[in-house]
């Protein structure tokens, strides 16, 4: 579950880290009310979850309150179409309003597990601002890591590592040194996958503060973390990701016309690759998971028919835990309640695939039983080129 810029700030901010004083608007007077509390210059920040909000516009500093009020109204109810985004973009229905600062230097910096190490990964760069993968590739000696083993926590001399490597020294480096530490306690009491400040500025002052804050909760470990579910908001979801999470479903919608369900993140993977070598692209990544119930098949099919844009299913199935003729018995009902309007080709294999293969084909209606991926990309070709979509075709 990832965080608008104001929902991470507001978490650093109870794990005692320094953030700017804002508060956030809906409306232009909601903006106008906080620049009179906060005072001039502010940054007016747009609220979504993506990157390189400045460079599209999302972000205006404004110096006056006049300068204030038009930087509100360009943002608010603006689409932000950045790198990350898309064509589509963002529609902008909230902003962050925060007080200005005098910034002396800087940083990036970001804890995060690293599943091919096992450790938890702190990564600092003094290229604050700039995307870290730019800066990679770029300036691969301006990126500073460091690898904490989590049974023994973050230690003194990786503290030291990283802020000696960021040029800090004296009051800066102790500063900076606490700031990291209650960063690295966060992520790991609170099941972070990221916690990003970039940029972290050390303010003419002498202070830092997160000027900018990126997190992402690890939603497995939300039944422990059940403060944290309240920062969850259904609107900033696909309609129908946002379904599918009813039914505990792992739904991604995608730009295709080829719907898809899986039961294993790997097998989804193959499958996509499998709807493109046919020459279509899939609408959706759907992984029901490997015990998945026939009601859990049923929401699936159906929410894969919400896509007005979907042309053709492939149900690619592998059964073990989830069984084959339980994976038939889900699709037959689903098929049975909306009518099936589009064909649908089912490729299993494992336990009681015979068994399913028969409730499929008794069932009466047009559902394709393919008896491997071979088969199972031909028919999605034929679908591709409407063969199959003729009256009469559907058969197999």
Avoid: W
């Avoid at 700031?179 to 966060?186: A, C, I, P, S, T």
């Avoid at 503060?209 to 579910?229: G, H, M, V, W, Y």
Wanted: net charge positive; proline share 4%; aromatic share 4%.
């Amino acid at each position: 579950m990832k965080l608008h810029e104001y929902q991470a700030k507001a978490l650093l901010r109870q794990a005692g880290l320094p953030v700017p004083e804002g508060r956030t608007a809906t409306t232009v007077a909601e903006v106008m009310a906080a620049v009179e509390a906060l005072g001039c210059p502010v940054a007016i920040k747009a609220q979504v979850h993506s990157g390189g909000r400045g460079k599209a516009g999302g972000i205006r500093i404004a110096k006056s309150k006049a300068k204030a009020k038009e930087a509100a109204a360009a943002i608010l109810g603006m689409i932000l179409r950045t790198a990350q985004g898309g064509d589509a973009g963002y529609t902008v229905s909230r902003v962050l309003v925060e007080q200005g600062q005098k910034i002396d230097r800087e940083f990036y910096l970001s804890v995060l597990p690293d599943r091919t190490s096992a450790r938890i990964m702190v990564i600092a760069s003094t290229a604050g601002g700039m995307e870290i993968e730019e800066v990679a590739a770029s300036r691969p000696k301006n990126i500073i890591r460091a690898e904490v083993d989590p049974l023994l926590g973050i230690q003194p001399f990786h503290l030291r590592q990283i802020a000696f490597g960021l040029g800090l020294s004296g009051s800066a480096a102790k500063k900076f040194t606490g700031l990291l530490e209650r960063l690295y306690r966060l992520v790991v009491e609170k099941d972070l996958l990221l916690a990003e400040v970039n940029p972290l500025a050390l303010t003419a002052t002498g202070n830092f503060l997160a000027l900018d804050a990126k997190i992402e909760i690890d939603d497995s470990a939300l039944f422990r973390q059940p403060d944290l579910t309240a920062f969850f908001d259904p609107a900033d979801l696909d309609p129908l990701e946002a379904e599918a999470r009813k039914y505990n479903l792992n739904y991604i919608r995608m730009d295709g016309n080829i719907g898809n369900m899986v039961n294993g993140a790997g097998l989804a993977m193959a499958t996509m690759d499998l709807i493109k070598q046919a020459r279509a692209e899939p609408a959706n990544f759907l992984d029901v998971g490997g015990g998945a119930t026939p009601e859990q098949i049923e929401q699936g099919l159906r929410i894969i028919l919400s896509d007005t844009r979907v042309k053709g299913i492939l149900i690619n199935i592998f059964g073990g835990i989830l069984r084959c003729d339980s994976l038939a018995k889900g699709v037959v009902a689903a098929a049975r309640k909306t009518g099936l309007p589009v064909p649908v080709v089912v490729r299993m294999e494992g336990t009681n695939v015979e068994e399913g293969r028969k409730i499929l084909a008794k069932s009466g209606l047009p559902l394709i039983n393919a008896t491997g991926l071979t088969d199972a990309a031909k028919l999605i070709g034929l679908i591709c080129t409407e063969a199959l979509r003729k009256p009469g075709s559907l058969r197999h």
